[in-house]
């Protein structure tokens, strides 16, 4: 997510002409809030099961966990929220990556927020849904201490006095506050403490009266290329947590503030307004900010209801089309830089795959669009696992999905002797520990949003292994979703239930046919039972699928199976680069044994259900023949070959 390379300026903004009353003259005008279909469920509602509930547990006892012991000076060490607040007097600081020693790097002091604050999100998701008593009383010491650093008037943040809402360049206010308060508001979620929610209202409206809505301009840089400050934006997820939780529409409002200053300011950022809306401009800086980005747009859109953001967010998604894998990932390594996506040479950020599911998340919840929940699992069961080692506790930085090397650059590049981002580490200090920390993030993520809701139907958005229990108007509500999504597609759903409401349950994208156990219709892709519940009732749904061919954006083949996308494993040698004082971690670099790159050879392909394995036909151009090749899922693979171009022979 972070990084010391920077790009030189690309575009400038034209400020946007004030609104006249009666018209539609500013993108920015509120013109009617757009309701959202669902509601999300908090933490406390839901219960992960099965493999997604392992995969927590085996990152809450790994790197998600361990990353204090790990690099205590990054994480627990600098009180960077507290005692050790940035001043004007504060010249350098230990962020852990390597770089060119200089005044420039001052504009990263900010980097132990992010490292912090992210961490413990996850870590913090991570131990409420699993109910781990050892780390939660952990977490209520950190919680604590936290509280404990915020000012009389409702100041939370990593700067002095001397240096807060005082910015002219590179800043990490409103990013520090953003991955704060998202931890803090899981921790409301969960333990329902007001002095909790007291405190991020407070540290809120604190950031509110020094950035007031049309009278500041929170985005102003003099220089464009600013990390921490383009970060920012993302408090839009705060924003409207707020509003959910409360119904004060000023914070709601307050997101379209902040993506109009953002538009307006002369930064290097895909995301503004007149960038999306221009047709020749592909997307092209750093791709995190624009994948979270896309979340603060949503939000700026669904509070104005304008239609103007509305065709904005269209283009947004189209131009992120272009940069989507067959995996699902937006590619960006670290910048998009205005090249389409490649499985081969374009590589995307662990960071990025986060931050893009959790917005196409948002969307779904939203919009009730179900083609956006398809997008998240895309990324969450294919690029996500892909990128996480399969044994050890540790994840690629970067990743692509022709993956012929892991040992430091793109697929085994030398060219710079310091890259390092493409291999696996539990740290990956010599980068940036941005990545490690967001891969204790996705699973969490993605489990709260397995389920969503409104007053009258309860919602399997993204389906997976799990529980909730929750009320529908005033009456309680459980659910169990039995199934091992998506190595099977079957699933039983045991719900309890004294009261009338509509379950519905997504239709996958790729199902070829449904069998549900109860009468029921289909609605706009949804499997929808609508019913007065009595007590304990069970419903079975299976969907069928087959193996498939499809083409990515350059006329490679790869091959799925339901919501499963395929790889070829490449055998590898293992090279262990460093251990880690904690036992057990271990910085690991691989190379092929022996590099074959096969072409499609229009084969069919057969299907062991019981292993998850695969087999076709490929055409070796080195032997120029056919020759069986074993398939599995991408999430099984370090090495592997994902696309195949079409056979030349």
């Not at 509930?53 to 361990?66: C, P």
């Not at 050890?392 to 060219?415: F, Q, R, V």
């Not at 971690?585 to 062991?608: C, G, M, Q, R, T």
């Amino acid at each position: 997510m972070k990084t010391t390379r920077v790009l030189s300026g690309l575009f400038g903004m034209i400020t946007f002409a004030c609104s006249q009353p009666e018209s539609v003259q500013s993108p920015f005008d509120k013109i009617e809030p757009v309701q959202e279909v669902y509601q999300p469920l908090t933490l406390a509602e839901v219960k992960p099961e099965g493999w997604i509930k392992k995969q927590i547990r085996e990152n809450l006892d790994g790197f998600t966990g361990q990353l204090d012991s790990l690099i205590p000076a990054l994480t627990s060490d600098d009180k960077i929220y507290g005692e050790e607040r940035l001043t004007e007097k504060v010249k350098g600081k230990d962020v852990g990556a390597l770089g060119v020693p200089g005044d420039w790097q001052v504009q990263f002091l900010w980097w132990n927020s992010e490292t912090q604050s992210n961490w413990r999100d996850g870590y913090i998701r991570s131990a409420i849904l699993l109910q781990d008593q050892e780390h939660l009383a952990k977490l209520t010491s950190y919680v604590d201490y936290i509280l404990s650093t915020q000012d009389k008037d409702g100041y939370l943040g990593i700067y002095d006095q001397d240096l807060r809402y005082k910015f002219d360049n590179e800043n990490g206010e409103l990013w520090a506050k953003t991955t704060l308060l998202r931890g803090l508001l899981a921790w409301y979620e969960y333990s329902h403490d007001e002095k909790v929610l007291s405190a991020i209202e407070r540290a809120i409206q604190n950031a509110m009266d020094n950035y007031p809505a049309g009278k500041s301009h929170p985005f102003y840089s003099k220089q464009p290329n600013v990390g921490g400050t383009s970060h920012g934006l993302a408090i839009t997820d705060v924003f409207e947590a707020l509003y959910r939780i409360t119904g004060k529409t000023a914070y709601r409002d307050y997101c379209l503030f902040l993506y109009k200053d953002f538009s307006e300011q002369e930064l290097n950022e895909s995301a503004q307004y007149k960038k999306l809306i221009n047709d020749t401009l592909l997307l092209s800086t750093h791709g995190v900010h624009v994948y979270e980005h896309l979340r603060s747009l949503t939000a700026a859109y669904y509070a104005s209801g304008n239609p103007e953001l509305k065709h904005a967010l269209d283009h947004f998604l189209e131009k992120i089309a272009l940069e989507t894998t067959a995996s699902g990932a937006g590619v960006g390594d670290e910048w998009i830089g205005a090249r389409k996506a490649d499985a081969t040479t374009r590589g995307y950020e662990y960071c990025s795959m986060h931050e893009l599911m959790h917005s196409y998340l948002e969307l779904m919840r939203k919009s009730g669009d179900r083609t956006f929940a398809d997008k998240a699992e895309k990324i969450f069961f294919n690029a996500a696992q892909g990128a996480r080692h399969p044994s050890e506790s540790c994840i690629a930085y970067l990743k692509t999905d022709n993956s012929y090397a892991m040992t430091g650059g793109l697929n085994g590049d030398t060219t710079d002797k310091t890259q390092t981002r493409y291999s696996y580490s539990p740290v990956h200090q010599e980068a940036a520990v941005c990545c490690v920390p967001m891969a204790g993030r996705i699973a969490p993520y993605y489990a709260q949003y397995m389920w969503l809701k409104n007053d009258h139907a309860l919602v399997a958005s993204v389906l997976g292994p799990g529980s909730i229990e929750t009320k529908i108007g005033d009456k309680v509500v459980r659910v169990e979703e039995q199934t091992g999504y998506p190595f099977e597609n079957s699933f039983r759903f045991v719900v309890t239930a004294d009261s009338k409401f509509a379950l519905k349950v997504r239709k996958p994208e790729w199902a070829k046919a449904v069998t549900v156990s109860v009468e029921h219709t289909e609605e706009e892709g949804f499997i929808v039972i609508d019913k007065t519940w009595k007590g304990t009732e069970t419903i079975e749904i299976a969907f069928e699928a087959e193996p498939e061919v499809h083409s990515d954006i350059n006329g490679e083949k790869y091959f799925t199976w339901g919501a499963l996308v395929l790889a070829a494993p490449i055998e590898s040698v293992e090279e262990k680069t460093k251990s880690w004082p904690v036992p057990g971690f271990h910085n690991l670099k691989y190379a092929p044994k022996k590099l074959v790159v096969y072409e499609y050879a229009d084969k069919p392909v057969s299907i062991d259900e019981k292993t998850m394995t695969f087999i076709t036909e490929l055409y070796n151009p080195e032997t120029k023949a056919t020759e069986s090749v074993k398939l599995v899922p991408m999430g099984q693979t370090i090495l592997r070959q994902v696309t195949f171009k079409p056979s030349g022979k």
